[in-house]
Structures are given as structure tokens and as C-alpha cells.
């Protein structure tokens, strides 16, 4: 028994001694509109009802623990995250959102260019009510995720970067009363990026390629209790070119460029093609730290009919800011912001499900460091 109690403690002892660990608290104050990603009108009992009366939004109350833990050794890295973080609506309760992210990494140099990387995560979110995002398949917005990830780091020549891997991931969404959705997912992805300094400023140019199957389970249940399953398979395929450039030892930007093709094999239904051009900017300096992004997505459904006789299209506008501030020791003034701007060229008012859409919110408040 004490050699057991004792090789606990060297194992306690081993993974804190030499290890870093950072930990911060924040709290955010703010307000989000059409938390559940509403369209702006709807046609119930041949009446139209506005934003005013579909819309839930509410002033929230934001608090954010983020724990990371790192421990280097001659050959080996391994890291710990774990980030719980719970969103409190005044005027609709029903609609708070808990998010808790837990991720594993290990990383071991297996010769002078080359390194096996390892990662394991478990998310999850818990809120009520119908994501808009996901009206193929009629999901919640909760949802639990485990993600398993290896790749293998290496280098072509003196200032290539490349990678392959393979990833394994299951997602259950919360049931319904009438319905349970989960999928398997299967996938292999590679990378190749130059990486160059000019004037000490990095400049990278690069590709990345991902393809995932998806093996969706659907069970539903009608009025008599009878049970009915459908599987579906989707194959994702998703090709990325970036340049990311360095203007000064402050300033970085980031463009990229992404095509994705999902082919539902299933029944030919759900498939799209989608092009997104994205641009990240961040600004670092000892005190205050930036970070903007905006992208614009267009996908194309191949087979899905709107309006008698079109074919289903979206629009993604996206924009996010993040500031940070740190005026002492311990403590910053941070802020958030994000906006999300869907359109869809569905025109029938009736339906609930493939419209337009647009959500934001926005917050400040305090982080403290640890």
C-alpha cells in the first residue's frame, strides 16, 4: 500500500514540478439579439408576425474559467485545457447557455524536423431550442462532441511545414421528444506551408486539405409510438488556401480561402458547395491585444428545392472583435462581439426552417489572471 501511495505522490510531484499553468477567470456583461436565430417574419394562421414578436433577446451576464497546464520535456510536450463558461440571460432564462471544453495534447519529437502529435477533446453545450444551422437534420442547439486527433509533424525541406492525420469524432444532439440525432465521423487531412522571416516579420504561405465521413443516426417516433430509423451518410471534402504575413512585430493578417463539398450519399438531398473568403487581422503589443475576423460564405445546395422550383442558396456573413486590456498585474478590460447575417432565397413565410436569419451580441467586462 505505501508503495503504491508513494508512487502517486512521485507522479503528482512529476507533473507539477517544471510545469506552467495559467489561469483566468472573466466576467462579461452584455446583450444578444434573436438568441434562437429566428427568421424575422413568419406566416402563422394567415397572420404575419414580426421580429418584434418572434425574437427572444436579453441583456446576459457572461462567466469564463480557462485553465491551461504545460509541461515540457526533453522530447515530449503535453498540454491541458480545460474551459467551462456559462451564459446568464435576464429576461430569458430558458434560453442560458452552459459551454465546457476539456482537450488533451501530447506532442513527442521523434527526430530533428519531425513530431507525433496527439489530441483528445470532450465538448459539450447545453441550451434549449432548434439550431437554424442544422435544418437537414432538425437538431438542438446542446450537443456533447468527443474528438480524437494524431498527426504526424515533419518538414520537406529547410522552410516547409507539413503534417498528416487522421481524426475519429462522435456527436450525439439532445433528444426531443419526437427525435434523437447522432453521427459517427471518419477522416484524414494534410498540410503544406513555406515559412519565411523578412526583416524579422513572418511571411507563410500554405494548403490544407480535410475529407470526413459522417454516419448520421436518426430516430423518430410518430403519434402511435411507432419507432422509425434513418442513417444517412455524408462525405465532407475541404480544401484551404492561406497566406498569413507579418505588416510589423504588432500587426498580423491573415486571408484565407476555403472550398467545401458535402455529397450526401444517402439520398442525394443534402449536398451543397460552399466557397468562403475570410480575413483575420491581429494587433499585440505588451497591453493591449486585438483580434478581428470576417468572412463570407456561399453555399450551394445541389439538390435541395425552395419555392416550387429553386434550388436552396445561403449567404454567411460573419464578424467577430476581441480586445483585451491588462491595466495591473492581474487584471484586463476585455471585450466581444460577434454578428452572423444568414440569407436564404427561401421565400415561404410558413416555414420555420432554411430562411434568413441574422443573430449578434456584445459584451464587456473584466478578466483576472492568476
Known sequence: MKHYILTLLCLVLSLF???QIDVTVSSFSGYESNILRAPN????????????EIYKSSFYQDIVAHLKYKKEARKSLFKISVKPQKRFFFSESESNRLIADFKLTYRLDIGKNSSWENSAQYFIKDQNGLDADENELGTTFG???VNLDSKLNFRLFKNNRSFIGAHYGKKNF???ETREVSYYKYGVNAGFKTVKWENHLLRSLGISINFTQRQYNIET???DDDFNTELRTWNLLSVRGFYKMQLSKTITIYPSLAYTKRLDKSDDRF???EIT?????SYSKEKLNLSLSASYAKRNFTDLIVNDNDLLSYDYLRLKCNTSYKFSNH??????AYFIDRGSNNENLSSMIFRSYNNYYFGIGLKYTF
Open 277 to 281: 473568403p475570410k480575413l483575420y487581422v
Open 331 to 336: 487584471w484586463s478590460f476585455v471585450s466581444q
Open 271 to 273: 449536398g451543397y458547395n
Open 17 to 19: 514540478s517544471y510545469a
Open 41 to 52: 417574419q413568419i406566416l402563422i394562421d394567415d397572420e404575419l408576425l414580426s421580429e418584434d
Open 143 to 145: 450537443y456533447n462532441v
Open 221 to 223: 417516433v410518430n403519434e
Open 174 to 176: 439532445d433528444p426531443t
